[in-house]
């Protein structure tokens, strides 16, 4: 789904490849552009609750990254920051308790056999 999304300019946002998920090497843009491509390309893949929870952690994670992003600080950005990072943490509780308790998932052999050469 990634695939799908246009291209915003020509350095804004660039073409994703056929599996995102697959992507090697990614650098700092590479990421961001994931995040701020996520709402719509998870939209629509989980049942109803779990769903508004996700897009509300995706939007909360595009907020708070926002803000940390600013070069110049406020007292009002910083509240603002502060704000954020207390609603992420309350949404990322939720989603954890609710939506990652809904589904049981399994890491893939190449996962797990990363994680043990750690």
């Known amino acids: 789904r990634f695939r799908q999304v246009p291209t915003f300019g020509r350095d804004t946002i660039r073409r994703f490849t056929n599996n995102a ?9 590479d990421f ?3 995040l701020q491509c996520a ?8 049942p109803a609750p779990h769903d508004a929870i996700v ?16 070069r110049l600080h406020t007292d009002t950005t ?10 992420l943490g309350t949404i990322l509780r939720k989603f954890v308790r ?8 399994k890491e ?11």
């Open 21 to 29: 998920s697959a992507m090697k090497k990614l650098a700092g843009r």
């Open 32 to 34: 961001e552009d994931l």
């Open 39 to 46: 709402m719509p390309v998870f939209e629509g893949l989980l």
């Open 55 to 70: 897009q509300d952690l995706l939007f909360s994670l595009a907020t708070w990254h926002a803000y940390a992003k600013l």
């Open 78 to 87: 910083l509240d603002h920051f502060d704000d954020a990072t207390t609603s």
């Open 98 to 105: 609710e939506t990652c308790e809904a589904f049981n998932t």
């Open 108 to 118: 893939l052999p190449q996962e797990e056999a990363a994680r043990g050469r750690r």
